[in-house]
């Protein structure tokens, strides 16, 4: 079951950066998905396995589709340029093939340093344990990951805000700390007579 599934993660990955189209893309990304969810619970690691499709599946890759299909995306525009960085995106690949069967072939973490996780005794839960986990042993590296995103939501926000200088804003605490004096100015004018009414009060 492993293999098989592993066999169409890859195909779904390869097919993420090979399809022309960007709706099938995404597509292929949450078959991706649905079978990293797969080896998960072959894992017995359930809760991460609902995690993945719940969060990804059912909300990252739903806004990624609508944001593809809403924009006007030209396909000929995107491929241009495609042989120009063919070599370096080969030297990239070829160096993350080399450190991942380094990974693989090593003694620890080798294909026979792996063992198939023992079966878990009745009442278990993951959830737990990956919350004792998370807030004993890994408490920092946590919590420093927490700060670095809080980091990059901040910083993505100072970027993208932009002020133009013809925007009119509002600012409250000037608009209650007005007085009247500053707004409103009585004028004492004299009323005049037109040369209409002067004729008609003549005639009479």
């Known amino acids: ?16 950066i090979t399809a022309r189209n960007p709706v099938h893309a995404a597509l292929f990304l ?14 017995q690691a359930e809760f991460l396995a609902i995690a993945l499709v719940l969060v990804y599946v059912g909300a990252v890759m739903v806004l990624f589709l609508f944001v593809v299909m809403m924009l006007d995306i030209n396909l000929a525009r995107l491929r241009e340029g495609f042989w120009n960085y063919l070599p370096l995106g080969a030297f990239v690949a070829l160096l993350l093939v080399a450190e991942m069967a380094l990974v693989l072939l090593g003694g620890y ?13 009745e009442g278990y839960s993951n959830t737990k344990e990956l919350g004792r986990l998370i ?22 926000i100072a ?20 007085r009247r004096e500053e ?16 004729g008609e009060r003549g005639e009479a």
């Open 159 to 178: 970027l993208t805000l932009r002020r133009r200088k013809r925007t009119k804003y509002q600012d409250p605490a000037q608009q209650i700390g007005v």
């Open 30 to 43: 949450v078959l991706a998905f649905f079978t990293s969810a797969a080896i998960w619970i072959l894992l």
């Open 183 to 198: 707004r409103v100015r009585l004028v004492s004018m004299r009323a005049e007579r037109t040369g209409e009414e002067k």
């Open 109 to 121: 973490f080798g294909l026979t340093g792996s063992p198939p996780p023992p079966p878990l005794p």
């Open 1 to 16: 079951m492993f293999y098989f599934f592993a066999a169409i993660l890859l195909f779904a990955a390869l097919r993420v």
């Open 135 to 156: 807030y004993t042993e890994y408490v920092y590296p946590f919590e420093i990951a927490a700060v670095i995103l809080l980091v990059a939501i901040v910083a993505a």
